[in-house]
């Protein structure tokens, strides 16, 4: 453990199509702080190009769910009922804790709420992108989802945007690099906090 540099918590999470990962993407490459990305696990197939252990730790079903009744998840879930399982493993925030970094999970509302109930010291960022209007545009304009998927996704956001109070700070995301600057300085502020 690094006792004279304690690495930190750091949640980042917000509606699907606020632009989480490429903010978070933008933020390890720029932001000087010892940051690093916790690796969540899924037991969804790689896309083409993913490697495990680097986008995701590919788990099968058994696996995830043997892992999960040992109690190695800081938070799980099944997503969108796809029938996919996601979740941090307790092993990638420690060990990057233990190394006096700054590990960043970049995870839903529903898991940062899990996730501050076992460690409140975390700092917690909600990233949007403004309004509900913005939002429906962005994942419209992306083009993946169909009408249907686009008004779940809408839906869950609603019920993510009302429990915006609970995190320590709100980034609106109308520019990724505004964005990544604001939560750099956010992060920056919290340099001497002793945890």
Same mark, same amino acid.
């Given at each position: 453990?690094? #006792?004279s %540099?304690?690495g930190?918590l750091?949640?980042?999470s917000g509606?699907? =199509?606020?632009?989480?990962?490429t903010?978070?993407r933008?933020l390890?490459?720029?932001?000087s702080?010892?940051l690093?990305?916790?690796v969540?696990?899924?037991t969804r ?8 252990g680097?986008?995701?730790?590919f788990l099968? *079903?058994?696996?995830?769910? *043997?892992?999960q009744?040992n ?5 799980s879930k099944e997503?969108?009922?796809?029938g996919?399982?996601?979740g ?7 060990s990057?804790?233990a ?12 898991g940062a709420?899990?996730v501050?109930?076992q ?6 960022i909600?990233l @949007?992108p =403004?309004s ?10 992306r083009g993946t989802?169909?009408d ?5 996704r809408l ?6 945007m009302?429990?915006?109070? *609970?995190? *320590?700070?709100? #980034? #609106? %995301?109308?520019?990724v ?7 750099c300085?956010i992060?920056q502020? @919290? ?5």
């Open positions: 453990m690094n #006792v %540099n304690p930190k750091v949640i980042i509606p699907s =199509g606020a632009g989480k990962s903010v978070v933008r390890l490459e720029v932001c702080l010892p690093k990305l916790s969540s696990a899924t197939s790689p896309r083409p190009g993913e490697i495990d680097q986008d995701y730790h099968t *079903r058994d696996e995830f769910l *043997r892992r009744a109690g190695d998840f800081l938070e997503v969108f009922a796809a996919d399982y996601y941090t493993l307790r092993s990638e925030t420690a990057g804790l190394e006096g970094k700054w590990v960043v999970l970049e995870i839903d509302v529903q709420q899990t501050v109930q460690q409140p010291q975390a700092i917690t909600f @949007h =403004g509900m209007s913005e939002l429906e545009r962005r994942l419209r304009d989802d169909s249907s998927a686009i008004e779940r839906e869950v956001a609603r019920g993510e009302a429990l915006m109070d *609970r995190y *320590r700070y709100e #980034v #609106v %995301n109308d520019t690099e505004r964005a990544v600057r604001e939560i300085d992060l502020a @919290h340099r001497s906090d002793k945890d």
